[in-house]
């Protein structure tokens, strides 16, 4: 299957600083990526859905002025958690979808720890 | 958004039993259904998925089953194995992705 890369795997901050992560398909142009944020031992719960080239979608009660995502192009999107918080602390996993393609492919996910 | 319901949330199952995960949705525009199994600190990867014009679809131990008028899907896996045990995920999409809640199966030796 396609491969969706996703990096830091960790990042530890601490509270008021703003964190990056990235997601990158390494192998086909991913049309679309959707940003999930899963706590433990729960499920995956989407955060935005963002299109190459426009702006994301936000899903209800997602502040898009704290999770700023970033779809430049059809490899690479970016989710920046500004101002983190220790409540902002999960852990945050991308995946992408490529042209009329109906499966999803997930990143490795990153653990966000805000100190 | 679409509302995707899961049980049981938890499963155990002597191994070489059958186990069955149950998925109901809301939004009628939902046409993909994949299934993800997700092992502890790893990625979600699918093992199985079914579109709408489909009523059952089969890949060795796991079938998947779909009826669309009652918005309702389900995941079959047979002659369970300890490998077997993991979270696993139901999702409904149309343009966006939406998860179940997860049901953690056990498979026991």
């Known amino acids: 299957g396609a491969v969706v890369s996703q990096h830091p795997s960790r990042v530890i901050c601490k509270s008021g600083t703003s964190v990056k992560i990235e997601c990158r398909s390494l192998?086909?142009?991913?049309?679309?990526m959707f940003w999930y944020r899963q706590f433990p031992k729960q499920s995956l719960m989407l955060m935005a859905t963002?299109?190459?080239?426009?702006?994301?979608t936000y899903e209800q009660g997602v502040e898009k002025d704290k999770f700023l995502i970033n779809h430049a192009s059809l490899t690479l999107s970016t989710l920046t958690v500004t101002s983190a918080h220790p409540e902002d602390s999960s852990f945050y996993i991308c995946?992408?979808?490529?042209w009329g393609a109906g499966e999803l492919f997930f990143g490795e996910g990153s653990r966000l720890t805000v100190l | 958004g679409e509302n995707v319901e899961q049980h049981p949330s938890t499963l155990s199952v002597q191994e070489g039993d059958s186990a069955v995960i149950k998925c109901t949705y809301s939004d009628s525009a939902s046409n993909y259904f994949p299934w993800y199994k997700q092992e502890l600190g790893k990625r979600p990867q699918l093992i199985i998925d079914i579109r709408s014009n489909v009523g059952e679809k089969k890949d060795q131990r796991i079938a998947v089953t779909l009826n669309k008028t009652a918005k309702h899907f389900s995941l079959h896996i047979t002659e369970t194995q300890p490998e077997d045990s993991a979270v696993y995920f139901c999702?409904?999409?149309?343009?966006?992705?939406?998860f179940g809640t997860g049901t953690s199966l056990t498979v026991i030796p």
């Open positions: 995946s992408a979808r490529g």
């Open positions: 999702a409904a999409s149309s343009n966006q992705f939406y």
């Open positions: 192998d086909f142009q991913a049309t679309t």
């Open positions: 963002s299109n190459e080239g426009s702006k994301a």
